[in-house]
Structures are given as structure tokens and as C-alpha cells.
């Protein structure tokens, strides 16, 4: 397997521990490599991974967005989102996908059991590309209701156009005003990451069986998380939606379908 993950910054990524344990796994060949590049080299260093015949690559940010006019096509989640996460490579061709959305679903799915969203209600935090992810997933699942709030308003209500009737806009001033209402808490911001403020949530009035799950995973528990399992209430870390987003990948890029283990969860933890 040749391939590997575009972004800048991409050196504290845990892609490569991760694929590089599935290659073992599988005696499987190759390397997973980091390039870090900026805006204007993106399009050479694609062109140059292409007649080095790579099987593809993972991209992150800045680059979901500016990969797409190089590929041929992407994915429906790709489409709706706008952010490819996933690119490869067949006969010279770039075919693009986004496995977050799919990463953050499957991990839900794990980690809750009799998973069903028909009927829930979820309130996400942030705007930014993850919360795509996050509300595109939700969508696929059925939920009949999402309470969006953002820092800068604007965002949360760009993506309200984008997702439909069923996502509503609540101000960042007012985000715990839903509690009494919401199944699942999601935070997508940065906020509570290591080097991060934290995030200020009032978790007062939440049911009983709220599910409060944070897409951070550096630090693994964060405040939020804490402060939800103080009160008894069900967390999901964010380490899951990294390991489920990674596997559809190689996959791709192998034709071999992994598992996510524990072990291989300890092994990214380290
Ligand atoms: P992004 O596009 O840069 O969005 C960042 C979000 O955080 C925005 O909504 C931003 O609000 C908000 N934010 C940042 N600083 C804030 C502050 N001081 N107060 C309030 N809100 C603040 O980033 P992203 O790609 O969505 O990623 C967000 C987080 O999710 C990151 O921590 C990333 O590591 C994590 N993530 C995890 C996974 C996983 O697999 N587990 C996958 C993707 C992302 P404004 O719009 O107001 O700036």
C-alpha cells in the first residue's frame, strides 16, 4: 500500500500509527507517509503521488475543500458536505470521498446500544467542517431535529441553509436553552482540545439518558466528558470516530477490510 495524508499541519497526526498497524496486521507491503503542504503546491504534490502510483491518500485541513475540483468524482456525503477527507487513486483518476461522516455514525453505533435516531433530537456545537460531518450523519440517520449554535453566528446559519428545515439556529449565549429537549449533545468545537480553552457547557437540566459525546480526543476525556460522567450520564469519546473515519480507507486502498480493537485503540492512546 502506498499512500499517506495531506494537510498542513500534519505532524501530530495519528493516521500513520494507525494504517501502518493494519499493514502489519494484514502483511501487508508500504508506507503511510505525512506531506505537509501548503495551498499552492497541493495540485503538484497530487500529480506527483499519481505517477508515483499511489493507491491514494487522506486529506485534511486546510484541503478538504481544494481537493475536489482534482478529483473526478466524490462521494454523495463528499457532495453534500463539501469536504473530501479520502481520495483514491485508479487509472491516473482521483475519486474522492468523506469517511467522517461514516466515522462519526459507525462509532455512535458502537458505542450506544439499540442505536436509533428516528424521533431524537441532538444540539451540535460549532460550525466548522467536523459539525458538516457531524449533522450530515445525523441527517443519514433519521433524527428529527438539530440544534446548531456557533461562536460566529453566520456559520451556524450558512450551514442551516445548507441542511434544511429540521437543523435550527440557537445564539452560543443560549446553548444550554435546549437541555429539557435533547438526546444527544455533540461538541465539534475545538474548544476542550490540549492547548485549548475549555468549553463552558452547563450541563444542568440534561435528561437523564442524554448521550454527551465530545469528537475531541486529545485530551481523550475532556471537561465536558468529566463533568457528564460526574452526573451519570453516557460519554463518547472522540478517539472512535478517528479509527471507524480511517478503516473505510484502507479498505479502499487494499481491498482488505479492517477491524477497530481495542488493542489498536490502546496502541493510538499511547
Ligand atoms: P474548524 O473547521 O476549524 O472549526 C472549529 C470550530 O470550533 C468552529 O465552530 C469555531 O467557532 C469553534 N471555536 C474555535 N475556538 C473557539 C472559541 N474560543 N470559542 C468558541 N468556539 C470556538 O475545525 P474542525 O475541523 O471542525 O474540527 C473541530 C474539532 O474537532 C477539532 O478539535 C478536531 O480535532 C476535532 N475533530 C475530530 C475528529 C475525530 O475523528 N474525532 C474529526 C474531525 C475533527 P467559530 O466558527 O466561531 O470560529
Not at 494507525?18 to 507517509?33: L, P, T
Not at 485508479?90 to 469517511?99: C, F, K, R
Not at 429537549?181 to 475545538?190: A, D, P, R
Not at 435528561?207 to 476525556?221: C, E, F, G, R, S
Request: proline content about 3%.
Amino acid at each position: 500500500m502506498k499512500a499517506g495524508l495531506i494537510g498542513h499541519p500534519v505532524a501530530q497526526s495519528k493516521s500513520p500509527i494507525i494504517h501502518e498497524y493494519w499493514m502489519k496486521q494484514f502483511n501487508i507491503e508500504g508506507k503511510y507517509e505525512l506531506f505537509d503542504v501548503e495551498d499552492m503546491h497541493l495540485e503538484a504534490l497530487v500529480k506527483q503521488l499519481v505517477t508515483q502510483g499511489y493507491d491514494g491518500f487522506n486529506v485534511t485541513v486546510p484541503h478538504k475543500e481544494n481537493i475536489i475540483p482534482l478529483c473526478k468524482t466524490i462521494d454523495s456525503n463528499a457532495k453534500k458536505i463539501g469536504a473530501v477527507n479520502m481520495v483514491h487513486i485508479q487509472d491516473g483518476a482521483l475519486y474522492g470521498y468523506n469517511t467522517d461522516v461514516a466515522g462519526f455514525i459507525q462509532n455512535l453505533k458502537q458505542s450506544i446500544i439499540d442505536f436509533n435516531m428516528t424521533g431524537k433530537t441532538a444540539l451540535v456545537l460549532g460550525a466548522g467542517g467536523a459539525a458538516r460531518a457531524v449533522i450530515q450523519g445525523l441527517k443519514n440517520e433519521g433524527i428529527n431535529k438539530i440544534y446548531l449554535t456557533n461562536r460566529t453566528r453566520e456559520k451556524a446559519d450558512i450551514l442551516q441553509q445548507n441542511f434544511g428545515s429540521n437543523v435550527e439556529v440557537i445564539d452560543w449565549d443560549e446553548r444550554e436553552s435546549k437541555n429539557n429537549e435533547i438526546n444527544l449533545l455533540v461538541n465539534t468545537t475545538s474548544l476542550g482540545m490540549v492547548n485549548k480553552p475549555s468549553l463552558i457547557f452547563d450541563l444542568n437540566g440534561l435528561k437523564k439518558d442524554a448521550i454527551v459525546h465530545d469528537i475531541i480526543y486529545n485530551p481523550l476525556m475532556t471537561d465536558l466528558l468529566r463533568q457528564a460522567e460526574e452526573r451519570g450520564l453516557k460519554v463518547i469519546t472522540g478517539i472512535g470516530m478517528l479509527l471507524y473515519q480511517a478503516a473505510p480507507s484502507f479498505a479502499l486502498w487494499t481491498g482488505i477490510t479492517p477491524s477497530v480493537t481495542l488493542d489498536l485503540t490502546n496502541l493510538v492512546l499511547r
